[in-house]
T-cell receptor, first 114, second 113 residues
Framework: AQSVSQHNHHVILSEAASLELGCNYS??????LFWYVQYPGQHLQLLLK??????LVKGIKGFEAEFIKSKFSFNLRKPSVQWSDTAEYFC????????????FGGGTRLMVKP | GAGVSQSPSNKVTEKGKDVELRCDPI?????LYWYRQSLGQGLEFLIY????????KSGLPSDRFSAERTGGSVSTLTIQRTQQEDSAVYLC???????????FGPGTRLTVL
């Protein structure tokens, strides 16, 4: 069965700092990759997704992620974070033979200090 | 348009009682998922419905958990004889078809005392 690892559980940054959140998955076949965000008191929202094509994916709010197949990674990046980016971020993978379910990482809680 | 809705938003129950959680997916979405998010844990898949096919129940943690989807739309997740470890946020998601994005509801926070 596939698994998803997010190695950073808690990240604290100052505004304008650059962000990179790690996501690694274990599955050798074709995958779809997602980053979701959950702002305090709100439900999960899709930030960006990768299905095929250009491995550098642009999402909402200035986020981007790069799919590196050889490293089984899909790291999330943002050049300059804002206080409003404080949230929990979840990486998710859907393996094509896994019944269409998403497997989520454990989440990374980001706090941006003003 | 309207998103995925769930009710109740919060449920407090006593250990041993049964609870029902409801999910209204986005109209026209054929697939529906239930997940749960326990304190300090990531999201855990529970069950998946796709059209009229038999549901994928592989994520249900025990036989106390069951779910049904009536008429291909509304779904109810039932937990019988609740235990304290069932306390979590239960999330529902729906999507239009294969390859589409899942859209999540706001969740139901279940607390078992």
């Amino acid at each position: 069965a596939q698994s998803v690892s997010q190695h950073n559980h808690h990240v604290i940054l100052s505004e304008a700092a650059s962000l990179e959140l790690g996501c690694n998955y274990s599955y050798g076949g074709t995958v779809n990759l997602f980053w979701y965000v959950q702002y305090p008191g709100q439900h999960l929202q899709l930030l960006l997704k990768y299905f095929s094509g250009d491995p550098l994916v642009k999402g909402i709010k200035g986020f981007e992620a790069e799919f590196i197949k050889s490293k089984f990674s899909f790291n999330l990046r943002k050049p300059s974070v804002q206080w409003s980016d404080t949230a929990e971020y979840f990486c998710a993978v859907r393996a094509n033979n896994a019944g269409n379910m998403l497997t989520f990482g454990g989440g990374t809680r980001l706090m941006v200090k003003p | 348009g309207a998103g995925v809705s769930q009710s109740p938003s919060n449920k407090v129950t006593e250990k041993g009682k049964d609870v029902e959680l409801r999910c209204d997916p986005i109209s026209g979405h054929t697939a529906l998922y239930w997940y749960r998010q326990s304190l300090g844990q990531g999201l855990e898949f529970l069950i998946y419905f796709q059209g009229n096919s038999a549901p994928d129940k592989s994520g249900l943690p025990s036989d106390r958990f069951s779910a049904e989807r009536t008429g291909g739309s509304v779904s109810t997740l039932t937990i019988q004889r609740t235990q304290q470890e069932d306390s979590a946020v239960y999330l529902c998601a729906s999507k239009r078809g294969v390859g589409d994005t899942q859209y999540f509801g706001p969740g139901t926070r279940l607390t078992v005392l």
